[in-house]
């Protein structure tokens, strides 16, 4: 009964943004990805998704549009004044305000959501977070006119007992181009674990596609929990099959701005001690079936941010209920270390969203 109720809904995501194979029987059907399923979302989606962000080019300078569209990122050193970076780091140390928690492996992650109503207290962030020059490299990379949704974002290596960060190991975040960036407040090396990413690695070569045909059949029988998810990793013999280059890692000084696709395959590089990267940290993602790139209408950002912050508080009360905490638990900060022995509840991790960047995200942070 509950398959035929649900039949209807499955058939629509395929339509979406919807990335898993283990919660939609469809987007899951070896049947359907021996016919092209899997590999013809893909298709359909990189052909919009591209056309998206040639609409939103405009105010890009054109050597980093060509560095977009080859490599999959853009890097800007020295992104803003001196003064703004010291402003910033302050603002981010004393900020006095919600403070959410994922524990993934040995890596700690904290982050402090910039809504309307926190931005008030931050008004440094606030004010580049409105600077015309971000949000157009933002709104072109993501293909969205929507701003994405933004953070203050710490991680902290090496901070608990636990396996490996699971962000170490290279992935792809989903099936179509989205958009990730990075304002790093730190300088950033092998130290404190520097993003990194394959160049060139978002496009579909002949190549790309073969491998995603067959592994969407293989994930289709059974896979690992992030490649069921639909983040796809990458081991070193898919890499030379593909023919892909080598991982850059981004060893960058603070002040760099990175933007990234994170559909190309990436990851948290390794951090050689225990150690922190705080960074002003934005998500985008959207159904990359729909044509449209939207319209920056205030109130329809402070209504997705709101919406965010009212299916987490949901998944808190949930996970209270069972006598756990949620995946993306509240922190007091002056106590962060007792929170390791926390029952954490991750069944949340494959909960359907209210809001795009909810699953999207909580799906990577389990990646
Ligand atoms: O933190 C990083 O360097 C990359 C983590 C990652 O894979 C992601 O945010 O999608
Ligand atoms: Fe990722």
Known sequence: MKRVLLTPVWVIQIFTQSKSFTSNPLIGSRLANRSGLHVARIVVAHLIMGLRMRMLAGGVASELRKTWYRDGFMVIENFLEPEQVAALRQEAENADTEVRECIQGDTLTHRIQLDKATLRGLPCFNAVLNEPRLQSLLKFAAGKRVRP???????????????????KNLHSDTFHPTMKSWYFLDNVDERNGPFTFVPGSHRLSLARLKWEYKKSIEISAGADRYSGNGSLRLTEADAAEMGLNAPKAFSVPANTLVVANTHGFHCRGEASSKSTRTELWT?????????????????????????????????DKRAAAKGSVSSWHLVDLRNTIANTDLNIDDTDVNSNAAVDETQGDRIENAA
């Open 149 to 167: 949704i933004a953070y203050i974002q710490t991680i902290k290596n090496g901070f608990v007992d636990g396996p490996k960060d699971p962000q």
């Open 283 to 315: 998500i985008s993602r959207d159904n990359p079936f729909n044509p449209s790139p939207g319209l920056d209408l205030p109130w329809f950002d402070d209504l997705q941010n709101r919406a965010l912050a009212h299916w987490r508080r949901h998944l």
